[in-house]
């Protein structure tokens, strides 16, 4: 499909284990934005990507979390030593941005991420 | 700190009347705003979007308002459809960068 896709859709670990998500944006978008989602909360911002770099990864909650996109297209995160609060679903959004403005984000579909 | 609030959780509208979602910001310098709407299990979607230059945006049944004195946007969905019956969460951001959500209005809209 054209869309964001995100994998898994769903995953369950145990406290204290490193997990992997991958969203792969659509072609061509240049902007990458991952975010958390709680029960009952809108979207939380992570990080943001702009090409291959992270151009804002202020909102990463802690060093445990990290990201990257060595090409520039698929975006992964990462996640270690996942405690129960890491439970939330992590959604993966990409743009078409030109320099200086703001492009309508596309949504994945999320991974829904529990930990035990 | 919450810089994007929705302070209204649910909202229920008679089919073929107004629906108007509230949102309020605090970030003067947010300069982008959008609406998405996001059914169960999915992503949200992009429903319209609004830059701090305008006041109003206009697209079809969805008109999303401005007021930056106050630091209050407003969509307004008319006629309001049965499918229009979703969450639909307000973002705001300074320059495309960092994107701010509210916390999400649950909209029903009764046949």
């Known amino acids: 499909g054209a869309g964001v896709s995100q994998t898994p859709s769903n995953k369950v670990t145990e406290k204290g284990k490193y997990v992997e998500l991958r969203c792969d944006p659509i072609?061509?978008?240049?902007?990458l934005y991952w975010y958390r989602q709680s029960l009952g909360q809108g979207p939380e911002f992570l990080i943001y990507?702009?090409?291959?770099?992270?151009?804002?990864d202020s909102g990463l909650p802690n060093d445990r979390f990290f990201a990257v996109r060595p090409e520039g297209s698929v975006s992964t995160l990462k996640i270690q030593r996942t405690e129960r609060g890491d439970s939330a679903v992590y959604l993966c959004?990409?743009?078409?941005?030109?320099?200086?403005?703001?492009?309508?984000?596309?949504f994945g579909p999320g991974t829904r991420l529990t930990v035990l | 700190d919450q810089q994007v609030k929705q302070n209204s959780p649910s909202l229920s509208v008679q089919e073929g009347r107004i629906s108007i979602l509230n949102c309020d910001y605090t970030?003067?310098?947010?300069?982008?705003f959008l609406w998405y709407k996001k059914y169960p299990a999915e992503g949200p979607t992009f429903l319209i979007s609004?830059?701090?230059?305008?006041d109003k945006n206009e697209d079809g049944r969805f008109t999303v308002f401005l007021n930056k004195s106050a630091k209050h946007l407003s969509l307004h969905i008319v006629p309001s459809q049965p499918g229009d019956s979703a969450v639909y969460f307000c973002?705001?951001?300074?320059?495309?960068?960092?994107?701010?959500f509210g916390t999400g209005t649950s909209l029903t809209v009764i046949p």
């Open positions: 959004a990409s743009s078409l941005m030109s320099s200086g403005g703001a492009g309508e984000q596309f």
């Open positions: 072609s061509g978008h240049t902007a």
């Open positions: 990507f702009q090409g291959t770099g992270a151009a804002d």
């Open positions: 970030n003067s310098m947010f300069d982008y």
């Open positions: 609004i830059s701090s230059i305008k």
């Open positions: 973002a705001a951001s300074v320059s495309g960068n960092q994107f701010y």
